[in-house]
T-cell receptor, first 117, second 112 residues
Framework: KAGVTQTPRYLIKTRGQQVTLSCSPI?????VSWYQQTPGQGLQFLFE???????NKGNFPGRFSGRQFSNSRSEMNVSTLELGDSALYLC????????????????FGAGSRLTVL | KNEVEQSPQNLTAQEGEFITINCSYS?????LHWLQQHPGGGIVSLFM???GKKKHGRLIATINIQEKHSSLHITASHPRDSAVYIC??????????????FGKGTKLTVNP
């Protein structure tokens, strides 16, 4: 069973550019959530998609956006990149089985490491 | 908003030692997650628990809902256990959302 696949694994951008990251969940998983990890702030929730709908959003500016396709694959986009956007971006998928918040096992991808120069 | 505190931040042990990592949170939860992150970034979900205790190999996780506290224990620690261990709790009230709030992590180094 293939795991969660994130592409690209590494990328370097310059300030002002935009970037798109992709996440392919485990087959059958309909929930995809995105997280940002930095040395200073640790892991922070960005947003979560379920059946192509954004279910929740973290406290990030509007430059951060995402979407989910009908095959559950998800993309996140960061526009007008800033130096502070340099981070490891992780996505996770889960087989949502009930309505209880945060009570589903997450499977994480290896992450996309973004460096903004 | 749930606040998550982990201790210690850093932990160095000798191979074979018994390890305990603690996690406290401020708001009642439905479940708590323990995650492991090795150098390089990949995160693995170790446990998700809502009550009592769970065991997987040499790892044991416990949770006390009344005290809002969880512990992760590693018995007979090994250098391959060296990693960052992260505690996470739900951060949303709406049903089914996977929004999590994370602790800062505990960096464990096990020396041979």
């Amino acid at each position: 069973k293939a795991g969660v696949t994130q592409t690209p694994r590494y990328l370097i951008k310059t300030r002002g550019q935009q970037v798109t990251l992709s996440c392919s969940p485990i087959s059958g998983h309909r929930s995809v959530s995105w997280y940002q990890q930095t040395p200073g702030q640790g892991l922070q929730f960005l947003f979560e998609y379920f059946s192509e709908t954004q279910r929740n959003k973290g406290n990030f500016p509007g430059r951060f956006s995402g979407r989910q396709f009908s095959n559950s694959r998800s993309e996140m986009n960061v526009s007008t990149l800033e130096l502070g956007d340099s981070a490891l971006y992780l996505c996770a998928s889960s087989l949502v089985t009930g309505g209880t918040s945060g009570a589903n096992v997450l499977t994480f991808g290896a992450g996309s490491r973004l460096t903004v120069l | 908003k749930n606040e998550v505190e982990q201790s210690p931040q850093n932990l160095t042990a000798q191979e074979g030692e018994f390890i305990t990592i603690n996690c406290s949170y401020s708001v009642g939860i439905s479940a708590l997650h323990w995650l492991q992150q090795h150098p390089g970034g990949g995160i693995v979900s170790l446990f998700m628990l809502s009550s009592g205790k769970k065991k997987h190999g040499r790892l044991i996780a416990t949770i006390n809902i009344q005290e809002k506290h969880s512990s992760l224990h590693i018995t007979a620690s090994h250098p391959r256990d060296s990693a960052v261990y992260i505690c996470a709790v739900p951060g949303a009230t709406q049903g089914g959302s996977e929004k999590l709030v994370f602790g800062k992590g505990t960096k464990l180094t096990v020396n041979p």
